[in-house]
């Protein structure tokens, strides 16, 4: 009655626990991957100058103000 009987675990066969663990180490590795690459690599270029944004602590007349043309002063009539 071989054919019944259950068969033998191989000892190389991997478990269901083993599978998980495996998952988590190689998710956890990768996010330090990218948090290291993120942080240690310079973005390609600064952003434009009307889209800084202003940090909080700044006053109204340290930002930034847009150009106007030149106004036209007009004389007085007599």
Known sequence: MGRHTRPARTAHAPTVQA???????????SAL????????????????PDRVVPHSG?????QPQPSRA???VQAARP
């Open 19 to 29: 599978r998980r663990r495996l998952a988590a180490g190689l998710a956890s590795a």
């Open 33 to 48: 991957a990218a948090t290291c690459l993120a942080l240690t690599v310079a973005p390609a270029a600064p952003p434009a």
């Open 58 to 62: 700044t006053e109204p007349s340290d």
């Open 70 to 72: 030149p106004e036209v």
